[in-house]
């Protein structure tokens, strides 16, 4: 196990439908919780990265006024963005800076405030989440991507409504016992298949929802990160990948190319596979989005995700528990913190902090984030002594 | 012509691959294919990523595809609004390509299904705007 790069203190702000705050006081939350888990102080900071969507900033170039209002500068700053999977492409290039010496501790801040922009121009920027040559004229959303992905899972796997309104369930509770979560309301299959249609076969129950929220990760070198916890929280793995906007060059529509793509390098870095697994977050933007996660993660042969939701082996004392924090279905999506909640949610796992959803002897854990309907995945391995 | 007239929201004003417009006002469906490796690519691309080349020639779609995925919009972004319900699909034909775009409202949703074979036809968007979609061959 290489112990060269270390997680030395999460934090998050609750996640909210409307924070009624500005962007960069979401972010001193977060920051300020992190702070404290690590015990350290601002000026500690050799470098920030600070990860969001730029299409919700209004701000042009927020890690100048972040890093002021966090006490941060002068040390280096710099904005990231790979849309959903913004702060787990700053922790990929957070550990790149602290690996290659030039930084000793490194904060990933990431952040979105989704509630800035009008419901027009949320529709407006939703329009050109796609390739805007070529498909965008047509009318797409994001709902519609996953919508064709469950189209072709159900098809070809004959995976079921029923099996993805599951997802929900599990989603619905633990997001119960999630403080900072925007939904923390039980719901069953029923309700779930009851919800309006949203794009077919995605209901809304089917589907996260916008939120506001700030997610902050500090990183170390193993010199520092061993003076700075007892518990520090190594990477083990790091795997990216990248693919073209359009849908036509598409492999296949069952899977995400670069979401296998991604797990495969992160377990090759790792140098484990994926039965080693104890815990794991997926990015369950829509509830097909989780069953094929759990596919492309290795968890499940292709076509048998679902199962693995049917036999309850993503719940807590399962074979693989999945998003013990409710996942973004739960907490709400606020972009570019997504992320970074959940490799904080992972490092709290790994260090033994979470209470009635912990994973008993849990030692290592993977996060898989993707960004846009199959532009980018970064997957992360994380392990502790 | 220029690509803003692409569709009923194009977000696009400028492209090489223009022509394929032109095409389809002449209810022709064209793609691009690569003079020097012969990679046939769509969406069309006028520069070849394989070998390099810039020389590209249209070839026409003149086959029939069989739908892969797809997903009846119910809440469609800004500009498209009372466009809705509309089904959005992609389509693979026998030379490997895949398309992208709208099935027919000709054709019932409650009959799209995955297999189902397709082939993609030009249309007119009034008053200038052109597009495909596709319908049952």
Redesign the interface.
């Known amino acids: 196990m290489k112990k060269d790069v270390a997680i030395v203190g999460v934090g998050q702000s609750p996640f909210y439908r409307k924070c009624g705050m500005g962007a960069r006081e979401l972010c001193f939350m977060g920051f300020q919780e992190a702070l404290k888990d690590s015990n350290l102080k601002p000026e500690q900071i050799d470098a920030s990265i600070v990860c969001s969507a730029a299409e919700y900033d209004k701000q042009r170039s927020p890690a100048s006024v972040i890093a002021d209002y966090l006490g941060i500068t002068p040390a280096p700053s710099f904005n990231l963005e790979t849309l959903c999977a913004s702060s787990s492409t700053g922790v990929r290039v957070a550990y790149s800076l602290i690996k290659s010496g030039l930084h000793d501790i490194v904060a990933v801040i990431g952040f979105q405030k989704m509630s800035e922009i009008t419901s027009h121009e949320a529709a407006e920027r939703m329009g050109r989440g796609g390739d805007i040559q070529w498909e965008s004229p047509f009318g797409v959303t994001m709902p519609g991507y996953f919508g064709m992905v469950a189209s072709a899972h159900m098809a070809e796997y004959g995976t079921t409504p029923e099996q993805l309104a599951r997802i929900r369930v599990k989603s619905s509770i633990y997001g119960e016992s999630n403080e900072k979560a925007v939904y923390r309301k039980r719901i069953n299959v029923e309700q779930v298949l009851n919800s309006e249609i949203v794009t077919s076969p995605l209901k809304v129950f089917d589907c996260c929802a916008n939120a506001d929220g700030a997610a902050v990760v500090i990183m170390a070198n193993a010199e520092k990160a061993r003076k700075i916890t007892d518990k520090p929280i190594w990477v083990l793995g790091l795997g990216g990948s990248t693919r073209g906007t359009a849908l036509a060059s598409r492999l296949n529509f069952t899977s995400v190319a670069v979401s296998r793509e991604a797990a495969q390098a992160a377990y090759e870095m790792a140098g484990i596979g994926p039965e080693e697994i104890d815990v794991a977050e997926v990015h369950d933007c829509f509830t097909i989005a989780e069953i094929v996660a759990y596919e492309d993660c290795g968890f499940a042969k292709p076509g048998e995700g679902a199962r693995l939701i049917d036999e309850k082996q993503t719940y807590l004392g399962g074979r693989i528990p999945v998003n013990l924090d409710g996942g973004l279905l739960s907490k709400g999506h606020p972009v570019g913190a997504t992320g970074a909640s959940q490799v904080g949610t992972i490092t709290r796992q790994l260090r033994g902090e979470c209470g009635k959803t912990q994973v008993e002897e849990a030692k290592i854990g993977l996060i898989h984030n993707l960004g846009g309907p199959g532009f980018y995945n970064y997957v992360t391995i994380l392990g502790r002594d | 012509m220029g690509?803003e007239k692409?569709?009923?929201?194009?977000?696009?004003s400028e492209?090489k691959a223009v022509d394929f417009l032109k095409f389809l006002e002449e209810d022709k469906m064209m793609t691009t294919k690569c003079q020097k490796c012969g990679k046939i690519y769509?969406?069309p691309k006028m520069d070849c990523n394989v070998c390099g080349s810039s020389e590209t020639e249209w070839i026409e779609i003149d086959e029939v595809g069989k739908l892969?995925?797809?997903?009846?919009?119910?809440?469609?972004?800004?500009?498209?609004?009372n466009?809705v319900p509309?089904?959005?699909?992609?389509v693979k034909f026998p030379n490997g390509?895949?398309?992208?775009?709208?099935t027919s409202k000709s054709i019932p949703?409650d009959n799209i299904?995955?297999?189902m074979f397709l082939k993609p036809a030009p249309i007119k968007l009034p008053p200038d705007k052109v597009?495909y979609e596709f319908v049952q061959s």
């Open positions: 690509f692409f569709g009923s929201v194009s977000f696009t492209s769509f969406p892969v995925a797809y997903s009846t919009v119910m809440y469609g972004p800004a500009g498209f609004e466009e509309y089904t959005i699909a992609v390509v895949q398309i992208f775009g709208r949703i299904k995955v297999g597009s």
